[in-house]
């Protein structure tokens, strides 16, 4: 866990910087059906993408995006520090690999289905050379009418103070459009991944956020299965985080030991169980919404605490 | 994917791991057969996934052909929490010293592969104090580590020598298999000085298993779970008769929670993950049709990028052909939602403007 490690410095930079909201992005997998879905919608939003990165494919172009065969290639010149991974799940720890080796710092890690051995290794790897991933198996990260990296629509997210963290992504858009709906905009949305192992878990996305004057909120979407939410109460109480914090907990009506769908949303025992978490959550004085629509209302009376 | 024991143990012999003599039976003549090869006594453990066979009486001990006639069918019929065995294993018994517990298993809070062992085996870990917790780098266990568990438990000489060999084969399989968890409770210290599987848990990676030709044996889907399964959803059948359809797992379950807290039963969960097409939603609710017992379709996508009209051409064309005939309650928001609105007008199909509308409809049909 670094504290060090400034995510708004490097996904949108300080004011003084003359690339300010404009920080060059390189997308892995960018001429893939999926890869360059998004990487058009990304760059209508704002990203400043800069190469996109297919072996085979190095001197094409792409909506005027040109396309190298190496992350080498990509971040000379450009001096690119996040890089997007929309390469297939079996490609992943390559490509992710080759990133780090040259420079990238942060790994926005789109793809499901990562073996978990190599996101483990990925993982080491990246805390040996100073680089950060959030996913795998993620949507992605969005700083609301700035710039997104990843697969969210547009339409649920606007400008403001919270900051949504999420281990799914269709809930992370749910949660976000009832909050900009009730005059919630966000700083953040990040999404930490439906996988067993997540590059950035939720303490360390607490941890990124906790001095950011301009965030005055968070919520934390959870669901069964691991213990994310059960060590995060725990933070919350033992490191007296101050900003409020709302949860919502999918999964309390689903059986026990079944992969919902999620290769990290299942129930061994009572280890991952919702009760565990919402229980957890009580103890942290954290409120738990019991469907996404009620958690603007949470949040509006943690406010006024 | 969760394996059975007999399954958890061919692997481990795979790896020089000892188990205990044994043999497979899906009906009494093969496990008559069976027990001519072991010998008296002999114990019958039901194949199950669930944990808590021995508490439930799924395990017995017999000592005659009698026994075993009388004991195996019994055992065929028990059910445990909901699950029936399809075959038995037979097993020699073991001439055990002493019982231990080891689990090697991937750590999700710690982000590593973790050791737990005891010298309590055979009992609920989860109910033993006297345990140890350690982690293991990601290349695999080294000597020192092995050897330092093995003082834990209290082994030394031959023992932990004995016992070091063992965790270095389950070391080397866990990381060569990609298992998520190897659970051996007991690992049993036999008269002989060598150590035993007498159980094995394992559970392997599912993302990993395009890389273990040897090992997608194991992986035994229904028939509508390989037809989810080709189509990239993800798909769980459950009791009730509510089917479940929407883009994200987070956002099926927490409907799946919604439609619980409203009094209805779900009956399936479909998750047909990231990208909606006409097609995708019609082979969605292909799999649907073919759940008993359904009586309304839920749909719920949260789209921005899905286009609606593209979802209602999916709904259509599944009444067309009668591929579905219950009624769909669907909450879609996206693009060209009012002109899905109206395709669907004549159909028994209804869009709502919230998940809660579609699910009071669902539930009060």
């Not at chain 1, 978990?116 to 290794?121: A, E, G, N, P």
């Not at chain 1, 050379?129 to 969005?142: E, F, L, Y």
């Not at chain 2, 000892?18 to 003549?29: E, M, Q, T």
């Not at chain 2, 009388?70 to 001439?95: H, N, R, T, W």
């Amino acid at each position: 866990m670094s504290n060090k490690f400034d995510l708004f410095d490097i996904l949108i930079g300080k004011e003084s910087d003359d690339d300010f909201k404009k920080k060059p992005v390189i997308i892995q997998g960018m001429t893939g059906s999926f890869g360059s879905t998004h990487t058009r919608l990304m760059k209508e939003y704002g990203t400043n993408i800069v190469a996109g990165i297919t072996p085979g494919k190095g001197g094409q172009s792409f909506e005027g995006i040109p396309v190298c065969d190496t992350v080498k290639e990509a971040v000379e010149g450009t001096a690119a520090k996040i890089s997007g991974i929309f390469v297939p799940a079996p490609f992943f720890l390559d490509a992710a690999k080759e990133a780090i080796d040259n420079g990238i710092k942060l790994l926005v890690a789109i793809p499901e289905h990562v073996p978990l051995i190599d996101s483990l290794k990925i993982l080491e790897y990246a805390k040996k050379k100073g680089a950060i991933m959030v996913g795998p198996n993620t949507p992605g990260i969005i700083v609301p009418e700035v710039m997104k990296v990843g697969i969210m629509p547009a339409k649920p997210f606007v400008q403001g103070s919270t900051a949504v963290f999420s281990r799914s992504g269709t809930l992370m858009y749910e949660v976000s459009h009832t909050l900009t709906q009730s005059g919630y905009g966000q700083r953040i949305c990040f999404g930490i991944g439906g996988d067993p192992i997540n590059g950035t878990n939720l303490i360390e996305a607490f941890n990124l956020v906790r001095d950011k004057d301009d965030i005055n909120s968070i919520v934390v979407v959870g669901e069964i299965g691991g213990d994310a939410e059960e060590k995060l109460a725990e933070y919350i109480i033992s490191t007296n985080f101050e900003k409020p914090v709302v949860a919502y907990v999918a999964g309390r009506a689903a059986p026990k030991e079944k992969k919902m769908g999620h290769a990290g949303a299942i129930v061994y025992g009572n280890y991952g169980s919702a009760e565990s978490k919402v229980s957890n959550y009580a103890r942290a004085s954290v409120p738990v919404a019991k469907r996404p629509g009620e958690v603007p209302d949470l949040l509006t009376s943690r406010l006024k605490k | 994917m969760i394996l059975l024991e007999y399954q958890g143990k061919e692997i481990f012999s795979s790896y020089g791991i000892k188990i205990p003599k044994s043999h497979l039976a899906s009906n009494v003549y093969e496990a008559i057969e069976a027990a001519k090869d072991i010998g008296f006594p002999l114990v019958l453990k039901s194949q199950l996934m669930v944990g808590g066979r021995g508490k439930a009486g799924a395990i017995l001990k017999c000592r005659t052909e009698e026994e075993i006639k009388q004991k195996f069918e019994e055992l065929m019929k028990k059910e445990v929490k909901g699950e029936l065995p399809k075959s038995i294993l037979l097993e020699e018994m073991a001439d055990i010293r002493k019982e231990f517990y080891l689990s090697f298993f991937l750590n999700r809070t710690k982000r590593c592969y973790s050791i737990i062992a005891s010298s309590q085996g055979g009992v609920e870990i989860e109910s033993v104090k006297d345990r140890i917790i350690m982690d293991v780098p990601i290349d695999g266990i080294t000597s020192d580590l092995a050897s330092s568990v093995a003082n834990d438990i209290g082994l030394a000489g031959n023992e932990k020598i004995a016992f070091i060999e063992f965790i270095q084969k389950l070391s080397k399989l866990i990381y060569e298999k990609e298992a998520e968890l190897a659970e051996i409770n007991p690992l049993a210290l036999l008269g002989d000085g060598t150590f035993v599987a007498l159980d094995a848990k394992v559970i392997l990676d599912d993302n990993a298993l395009f890389r273990h030709e040897d090992l997608k044996k194991y992986e035994e889907l229904s028939e509508l779970e390989s037809q989810a399964k080709e189509n990239g959803f993800s798909f769980v059948e459950l009791d009730g008769d509510i089917a479940i359809i929407g883009n994200g797992a987070g956002l099926v379950m927490s409907t799946l929670d919604m439609v619980t807290d409203a009094g209805g039963n779900a009956g399936a969960f479909l998750d047909f993950g990231g990208r909606a097409t006409t097609e995708s939603i019609y082979q969605a609710l292909k799999v649907i049709s073919k759940v008993k017992k359904i009586k309304t379709i839920l749909v719920n996508l949260f789209g921005g990028i899905v286009r609606t009209d593209l979802v209602a051409q999916a709904i259509l064309k599944a009444y067309h052909d009668n591929t579905i005939q219950v009624p769909v309650f669907a909450r879609i928001t996206g693009a060209e939602s009012e002109k899905a609105r109206e395709m669907l007008i004549e159909s028994k199909a209804k869009l709502f403007n919230t998940v809660e509308e579609a699910i009071n409809a669902a539930v009060k049909y």
